[in-house]
């Protein structure tokens, strides 16, 4: 498998505070990678990175092509989906609205409607919701839309932002068993940040532990799952 987005020396700040510290990692296309780490250690920040919503320096690169000369629209019309922390669907849209929006870039309004069926077959929870405004959804199912939406850019690559947060654990086994579906089935790439280790190293097959701003172990998931001395020091469980 090649690398579909490739990061190197990212140095990341917020006015003069320097959150990264010189980043490197490598996404092999098709695959799931994990970037985990505690609170405050610059998981958000590489993602922001990514998708150039911060003042950055270093090399990220998308299928080749340099990323940071490109605004946020361009990054949606190349393929790259982002479902922040905090999910940010639109709360007094119903969940059809939601998704139609997540395909606004989109010029093919024929396949978008055959898309949003796709989508409610992955999450059935959201199809009878359909009509209901996406603020009185639970919050699992806000972090099910949040992907949805997501989805609906046809992305190849979707990086998710602590999609756990909040939720209890079978709903978000439930969650992760889709994304793994999606994955397998749909060939996107994923990259999940996650402060839930344990999960998400049984969902992907790559990762990173990120430690204020500098990756402190990379390798295989299971590598990284079977290493009990890596899983107490960085990991917590
Ligand atoms: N808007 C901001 N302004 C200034 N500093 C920030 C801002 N956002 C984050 N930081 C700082 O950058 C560092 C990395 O934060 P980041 O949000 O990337 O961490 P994180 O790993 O996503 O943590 P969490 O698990 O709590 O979401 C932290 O020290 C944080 O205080
Ligand atoms: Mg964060």
Redesign the pocket.
Known sequence: MSDILEVRELRAY?GQ?Q?LHGIDLSLREGSVTTLL?A???????TLRSICNMIRFTGAIRFDGIELSTRSTEKLVRLGIAHVP?GRGTFTRMTVEENLRLGAISRNDERAVTGDIDRMYAHFPKLKERRSQQAGTLSGGEQQMLAVARALMLRPRLMLLD?PSFGLAPLIVRDLFGILAKINREDKVTIMVVE?NAELALELASDAYVIETGRIVMSGPAAEISNNEDIRKSYLGY
Not at 39 to 45: C, E, Q
């Open positions: 917020y505070v959150a780490g609170n405050g250690a610059g998981k958000t920040t922390q602590e402060q």
